[in-house]
C-alpha cells in the first residue's frame, strides 16, 4: 500500500516561535496533500487542502497567515505552524491522495506541544 | 448541508460480531470510506464502497446502500486489537471526504 511518512513525530517548541512539520509520500505522486489537527478525544478537523503547485486551501476558520502550507512537488507538502502558541498544541496529521484512486493515505501524525 | 452520522460509541465481545452503521449526506456522492484509529495514532484505510452491496475483505466488510444514504461496516471475530475509533466518510461531487466523529469501539474480554 501507498505510504506516507510525516516528520517531525513530535516537536516541543517555546511560545512565540515556528515549527515546520513535513508530510512525504514515498511511492507515489501525490497530487492532493491534506492538513488535519485532532485534539484529543475529538474528531479529525480539516485545515487545508493543497494541489501541487498551487495555493492551499484553508476550512473556515482556520488562519491561513498562521498555518502555512507549501506543496511544492509531488511528493512533498509542509505545514509551518508560525508564532505558535499554547493552543495550537495538538496532533497533526497529513493525508495524501493520488488523482486516482481516491483514499487518502494518512501520515503518522506529528504531536505538537508548546510550552 | 453534509452531513455524517454515526454512534459515538460501541461495546461488543471478544469473538463476537459488531456492526457500526453509518447514515451520510453529501453534494454529489464519489464512495464511503471506513477508517480505523487506534488511541494516539493515525487513522488506516479499510475500505471503500461506491457501489451498492457488501465488500468483504477477511475479517471486515462494509456495506453501502446509495439510495438510503446508509453504511455499515461489519466486524467478525472481535479481537482485543480491533478496540479502536472507527471514522466513516463521505466523498462528494468535489473529491473532498466530510468525516464523522468516529465510533469508539470498546471489547471486553
Known amino acids: 500500500g501507498a505510504v506516507v511518512s510525516q516528520h517531525p513525530s513530535w516537536v516541543i517548541c517555546k511560545s512565540g516561535t515556528s515549527v515546520k512539520i513535513e508530510c512525504r509520500s514515498l511511492d507515489f505522486q501525490a497530487t492532493t496533500m491534506f492538513w488535519y489537527r485532532q485534539f484529543p478525544k475529538q474528531s479529525l478537523m480539516l485545515m487545508a487542502t493543497?494541489?501541487?503547485?498551487?495555493?492551499?486551501?484553508?476550512e473556515q476558520g482556520v488562519e491561513k497567515d498562521k498555518f502555512l502550507i507549501n506543496h511544492a512537488s509531488l511528493t512533498l507538502s509542509t505545514l509551518t505552524v508560525t508564532s505558535a502558541h499554547p493552543e495550537d498544541s495538538s496532533f497533526y496529521i497529513c493525508s495524501a491522495r493520488e488523482t486516482e484512486p481516491y483514499e487518502q493515505y494518512f501520515g503518522p501524525g506529528t504531536r505538537l506541544t508548546v510550552t | 448541508g453534509q452531513n455524517i452520522d454515526q454512534p459515538t460509541e460501541m461495546t461488543a465481545t471478544e469473538g463476537a460480531i459488531v456492526q457500526i452503521n453509518c447514515t451520510y449526506q453529501?453534494?454529489?456522492?464519489?464512495?464511503l470510506f471506513w477508517y480505523q484509529q487506534h488511541a494516539g495514532e493515525a487513522p488506516t484505510f479499510l475500505s471503500y464502497?461506491?457501489l451498492d452491496g457488501l465488500e468483504e475483505k477477511g475479517r471486515f466488510s462494509s456495506f453501502l446502500s446509495r439510495s438510503k444514504g446508509y453504511s455499515y461496516l461489519l466486524l467478525k471475530e472481535l479481537q482485543m486489537k480491533d478496540s479502536a475509533s472507527y471514522l466513516c466518510a463521505g466523498m462528494d461531487s468535489n473529491y473532498q471526504l466530510i468525516w464523522g466523529a468516529g465510533t469508539k469501539l470498546i471489547i471486553k474480554p
Open positions: 493543497s494541489n501541487e503547485g498551487s495555493k492551499a486551501t484553508y
Open positions: 453529501t453534494s454529489g456522492f464519489n464512495g
Open positions: 464502497n461506491v
